[in-house]
């Protein structure tokens, strides 16, 4: 099947609903590539990063939104705001480290500086000299709308976007369950790695929201030996996980333990009683037989938490891998990974948990190494001339659809098997919707 | 890190040790680019730290202090182990398989007497030229290496490596290869 003709003001058309299919220029094409900066990513709302990075007043960061530069600062007021990294008089860039503490930026080109709170603090010359023509409130930095919710900071520039509770909406009772099942919460272990990845970001984004099957054919051999199962008992395991199409894009999979796999297996056991005492039952429920847990919120933020043993030595421990794909261009996606833990977990945990993580998800990580390599193909093959006419079979939902699971503990439509395609499908819909809408 | 020149109060190695260092080094590359990982894993210490960390962009050059580091690289014998075993077999590997061609070019050696005896720490340079199965288009690592390299029973061995990758963000899909 191919599609030969499409409106390109209406480039959802190239995900059918009712098929499964999915057009390959939707993957490829820069055009389409360039209209889903203006109509995904700068209508909706983005990660910017976690509380943990920025703890005290005066520390910033600096982060990507869409394809625009932004810095995220803890103001001196106590007050987090996330700012265009440009300014006012001719765009250049006012911060350009990754990361610090100070009371103020400087733009490098006329000395012009800001408050961290973002005002406009001293120009070149004296404002008199402007003789009063020349309004100066218009000249701070350009803020968008912070949202926090679990400690996850978001940001928009789209004025007239939902609320970030209301983007979110069901997407917080599964959040919880990860960064907020502690009455401190979750912290970041470190900056993030950063790699670039040879493929469109929805590959990743859809991949984490998530894809069952591809984790036994590109990281069988590794799971094998990570988690020490046999094959068919991963793939049983898999089989049986559910994956939930939360709503707005959103979307997880949980790929339950083994049977007779003790309860909380890989966590670190002072963290339970502090689990049962944030999480409902359903919550818990989930939690303390969830083997592998991998969720996207819409667009582009991911995470990824397991309990995984490089050595035979040692017991398996969870590791939680939070990711951002960068939209950077139709063919590449900057991939930026933290790591986290409880913030009341002891140390010795959260190195062994961070080490982990290290071996396994990052640009050398022992699984990321070979989704990497299975995205760029996909990049590869789908982006000729004959090749991007052919579509993207998501057609495992005509099979899942009615396959929901009743007494889900949940909200949102949870399916038997992280193998129905109906998760990372749901994604794609709200991408049709909103390059549909051209907007929010 | 040693100063520049060695200023500082380390002791050069001898003209001997440096030329053993050095083809040490320079054979180990040759491991690497063969992909002989088997024979690497018998030049290392069984309790080896190989690290790569973060890099990033900062006011003074250093990423202002954290209690945690997160990194590419945080590997023990056994997780080289792990990892290089996959990489042998092409149905263990989609990484791997085509294997990447690697050329591995080691500059720059410094070599000092360590404070433990029958030890010496090496710094040096590397430039990793790779081609990748989905992409023709060669791209170049460079790194820097802080080894502490000893010897056991008159051989040379791995003990440490502290890996700096100068790029802040990795301008490719993946590492699976050893620096």
Redesign the interface.
């Known amino acids: 099947m191919k599609v030969e003709q499409f409106n390109p003001q209406r480039p959802g058309d190239l995900v059918d609903p009712a098929t499964g299919w999915v057009n390959r220029r939707v993957f490829v094409d820069d055009d389409i590539h360039a209209m889903e900066l203006e109509r995904v990513f700068a209508q909706s709302w983005l990660f910017v990063g976690h509380e943990s990075e920025v703890a005290r007043p005066g520390d910033y960061v600096t982060r990507i939104m869409g394809d625009d530069p932004v810095i995220l600062s803890h103001s001196s007021d106590g007050q987090l705001r996330v700012f265009l990294n440009a300014c006012p008089h001719r765009g250049t860039l006012v911060c350009r480290a990754d990361a610090g503490n100070s009371p103020s930026f400087i733009c490098p080109y006329h000395g012009w500086t800001f408050r961290n709170d973002g005002h406009l603090h001293s120009l070149a010359d004296k404002p008199e000299a402007y003789k009063n023509k020349v309004n100066f409130d218009d000249y701070n930095l350009v803020q968008a709308r912070v949202g926090v919710y679990a400690g996850l900071i978001f940001a928009t520039f789209n004025e007239a976007a939902p609320d970030l509770e209301t983007h979110l909406g069901n997407a917080r009772w599964y959040i919880d369950m990860f960064f907020n099942r502690t009455p401190n919460g979750a912290e970041v272990l470190g900056a993030p790695v950063k790699w670039v990845a040879n493929m469109n970001w929805k590959y990743g984004a859809i991949n984490f929201a998530a894809d069952g099957p591809h984790a036994l054919a590109a990281h069988g051999p590794i799971s094998r030996m990570a988690i020490d199962m046999p094959m068919e008992a991963l793939v049983e395991i898999a089989k049986n996980g559910p994956a939930v199409r939360i709503g707005n894009g959103h979307g997880c999979i949980f790929v339950p333990g083994p049977p007779g796999l003790p309860d909380w297996t890989g966590f670190d056991p002072a963290m339970v009683p502090l689990y049962e005492q944030m999480l409902s039952a359903g919550q818990q429920g989930l939690l303390k037989n969830m083997f592998n847990g991998v969720m996207t919120v819409f667009p582009n933020l991911s995470w990824v938490h397991f309990p995984v043993t490089l050595s035979p030595k040692k017991p398996p421990i969870n590791f939680f891998n939070m990711r951002v794909w960068q939209p950077s261009s139709a063919h590449s996606a900057e991939i930026w990974a933290w790591f986290l833990a409880d913030k009341e977990s002891a140390d010795e945990y959260k190195e062994a948990s961070l080490r982990l993580g290290i071996q396994t998800f990052t640009g050398a990580g022992t699984f990321d190494q070979d989704d990497s390599e299975a995205w760029a193909s996909m990049d590869k093959g789908s982006r000729g001339t004959i090749g991007r006419q052919r579509m993207s079979s998501f057609q495992m939902i005509l099979a899942s659809q009615e396959d929901r699971i009743a007494d889900f503990p949940g909200p949102g439509e949870a399916y038997h098997s992280t193998y129905s395609e109906m998760s990372e499908f749901g994604l794609l819909l709200k991408w049709r919707e909103m390059m549909q809408a051209g907007g929010a | 890190m040693p100063k520049v020149g060695g200023s500082d109060q380390k002791t050069e190695v001898s003209d001997r040790d440096y030329r053993r260092i050095s083809r040490f080094l320079f054979d180990e590359a040759e491991l690497f680019e063969d992909k002989d990982y088997q024979t690497w894993l018998g030049r290392v210490m069984p309790d080896i730290s190989y690290r790569?960390p973060?890099r990033?962009?900062?006011?003074k050059g250093e990423?202002?202090k954290?209690?945690?580091?997160?990194?590419?690289?945080?590997?023990?014998f056994?997780?080289l182990v792990?990892?290089t075993?996959?990489w042998a077999k092409a149905?263990?590997?989609?990484?791997e398989s085509p294997p990447s061609i690697t050329r591995h070019f080691v500059t720059n050696i410094r070599a000092y007497d360590s404070e433990e005896a029958g030890s010496f720490e090496v710094t040096s340079n590397v430039l990793v030229f790779r081609i990748?199965?989905?992409?023709t288009v060669h791209h170049l690592f460079s790194c820097r290496r802080n080894d502490r390299i000893c010897e056991v029973d008159g051989e040379l061995r791995l003990a440490s490596r502290l890996v700096i990758m100068d790029e802040?963000?990795?301008?490719?899909?993946?590492?699976?290869f050893l620096v």
């Open positions: 790569m973060v990033g962009v900062f006011e990423q202002p954290q209690k945690f580091t997160n990194g590419y690289f945080d590997e023990d056994d997780s792990l990892r075993t996959l149905s263990t590997t989609v990484a990748r199965s989905t992409s802040p963000v990795v301008q490719s899909p993946n590492l699976s």
